[in-house]
């Protein structure tokens, strides 16, 4: 075998490579691109392509329509080739490239605003007419402004939950609620986790309310109360879910 740089004879192919790596600096091509069919040198042996070649390009692109069109674009007038799919040659690469965002002239400005204050800290906010208008109860900041909103005004009479001021549950109601959770070992009888999943006792629920009774203490009994965790007690007291003391829903 003959080194194809110096011509030296070599006895194997194993030789001539060493030779060729060894003495004149560069590796034999080991692989064919199956692209284009250049020979290539790949240390591992596991390529496919050679360099040069763009597996996705050309025929290998989904959108390949066996050649380049011509289109004069929009913005410049200046002729491109482009590869034709679904899509029309609008814009050169040049234009392209050199665009403030999608395009120059960018039609989505922002609109009107005007101003206005948060109901809750009195910050200034410049926002869209429509919002000012969408919410009876004023803008907020973000969540959090709103959530404190909602905690120091809609309450008492306000809530939607109102049925009248406090009342005095007696002094039977600890034992029974203490009752309740020994019942249900300490578990929502709702969802069911436990007061270790739920990181507390659970809520006792009265199924029939309190204030249903000419005597509070008349609702304190165990086929009245019910263990729940807090978010399932608001779910019962809203009227969401259905709960009774031997835990069906």
């Given at each position: 075998?003959?080194?194809?740089?110096?011509?030296k004879?070599?006895?194997?192919?194993?030789?001539?490579?060493?030779?060729?790596?060894?003495?004149?600096?560069?590796?034999?091509?080991?692989?064919?691109?199956?692209?284009?069919?250049?020979?290539?040198?790949?240390?591992k042996?596991?390529?496919?392509y050679?360099?040069?070649?763009?597996?996705?390009?050309?025929?290998?692109?989904?959108?390949?329509?066996d050649?380049?069109?011509?289109?004069?674009?929009?913005?410049?007038?200046?002729?491109?080739?482009?590869y034709p799919?679904?899509?029309?040659?609008?814009?050169?690469?040049?234009?392209?490239?050199?665009?403030?965002?999608?395009?120059?002239d960018?039609?989505?400005?922002?609109?009107?605003?005007?101003?206005?204050?948060?109901?809750?800290?009195?910050?200034?906010?410049?926002?869209?007419?429509?919002?000012?208008?969408?919410?009876?109860?004023?803008?907020?900041?973000d969540?959090?402004?709103?959530?404190?909103?909602?905690?120091?005004?809609?309450?008492?009479?306000?809530?939607?939950?109102?049925?009248g001021?406090?009342?005095?549950?007696?002094?039977?109601?600890?034992?029974?609620?203490?009752?309740?959770?020994?019942?249900?070992?300490?578990?929502?009888q709702?969802?069911?986790?436990?007061?270790?999943?739920?990181?507390?006792?659970?809520?006792v629920?009265?199924?029939?309310?309190?204030?249903?009774?000419?005597?509070?203490?008349?609702?304190?009994?165990?086929?009245?109360?019910?263990?729940?965790?807090?978010?399932?007690?608001r779910?019962?007291?809203?009227?969401?879910?259905a709960?009774?003391?031997?835990?069906?829903r």
């Amino acid at each position: 075998m003959r080194c194809p740089t110096c011509e030296k004879s070599l006895q194997t192919e194993r030789g001539l490579r060493q030779h060729h790596t060894k003495v004149h600096g560069e590796p034999l091509p080991n692989r064919t691109c199956t692209g284009c069919g250049l020979e290539f040198y790949d240390p591992k042996s596991r390529r496919v392509y050679c360099d040069d070649y763009n597996p996705n390009g050309g025929s290998n692109n989904g959108n390949w329509k066996d050649a380049m069109e011509e289109a004069s674009c929009v913005r410049c007038d200046e002729t491109f080739e482009y590869y034709p799919s679904n899509k029309e040659g609008v814009y050169c690469p040049s234009c392209v490239a050199d665009a403030d965002g999608l395009l120059r002239d960018n039609p989505s400005a922002p609109g009107e605003r005007v101003s206005t204050m948060c109901a809750y800290c009195d910050a200034n906010l410049e926002v869209y007419p429509s919002r000012v208008e969408a919410n009876e109860r004023g803008v907020f900041c973000d969540r959090t402004c709103y959530g404190n909103w909602l905690s120091e005004t809609i309450v008492g009479e306000n809530h939607h939950q109102w049925a009248g001021g406090p009342i005095s549950y007696g002094r039977a109601w600890w034992k029974i609620r203490r009752r309740a959770l020994e019942r249900d070992d300490y578990r929502c009888q709702a969802c069911g986790r436990d007061n270790e999943a739920i990181g507390r006792n659970p809520d006792v629920h009265h199924v029939i309310p309190v204030r249903t009774f000419d005597d509070p203490e008349d609702a304190h009994t165990l086929d009245n109360v019910v263990s729940l965790c807090r978010r399932c007690h608001r779910l019962a007291e809203e009227g969401s879910i259905a709960v009774s003391p031997d835990g069906k829903r």
